[in-house]
């Protein structure tokens, strides 16, 4: 009899009718990795942000951690329910990320900035997984990736709402 603590994770077949499953799962592990970065960044900014936006981007910046950190579960399960494994190692998140860190902390300006330009990148990363989905048959991920593309959309245009002069 198996020990059932030794039974390893494992991709599985699930006859979904998505067509192209491992490129599906491919284009969402994408997006979990820059979702894990951002959020990461977010809570880094969050906890160090200094000035007089002090509270509006201390504020801005939690409600958005939070929202990514719950989506990244999301992703994660549309992947296993794919029949794939989610990513296991915080190296494979780095490498498929395009959310990059600065080479030095940022005033308060310059993290709202980055932050900015790391949504819209995320967002961009989303459309094309729409394009990618409905390409495979996959409404599921279609309707996940226009969900969450609104969500980095509507960060975008509230963080640089934020910087405007």
């Given at each position: 009899m198996t020990d059932t603590l030794e039974i390893v994770p494992s991709a599985d077949e699930v006859a979904?009718?998505?067509?192209?499953?491992s490129a599906v799962a491919e284009g969402l592990a994408?997006?979990?990795?820059?979702?894990?970065?951002?959020?990461?960044k977010t809570h880094a900014y969050?906890?160090?942000?200094?000035?007089?936006?002090f509270y509006s981007i201390h504020k801005l910046t939690?409600?958005?951690?939070?929202?990514?950190f719950a989506a990244a579960d999301v992703l994660a399960e549309r992947i296993r329910a794919?029949?794939?494994?989610a990513p296991t190692r915080l190296d494979d998140i780095v490498k498929r990320s395009r959310?990059?860190?600065?080479?030095?902390?940022p005033s308060a300006g310059g993290?709202?900035?980055d932050l900015a330009q790391d949504h819209e990148k995320l967002a961009h990363r989303l459309h094309a997984l729409v394009e990618l989905a409905g390409n495979h048959k996959?409404?599921?991920?279609?309707d996940l990736a226009t969900e969450r593309s609104a969500f980095h959309e509507e960060a975008t245009w509230m963080l640089r709402a934020i910087i405007a002069s």
């Open positions: 979904s009718g998505v067509r192209g499953a994408d997006v979990l990795a820059d979702t894990y970065r951002l959020t990461f969050h906890w160090n942000v200094t000035g007089p936006a939690d409600d958005h951690y939070e929202n990514m794919l029949g794939k494994l959310v990059k860190d600065l080479d030095k902390l993290m709202v900035e996959d409404p599921v991920t279609e």
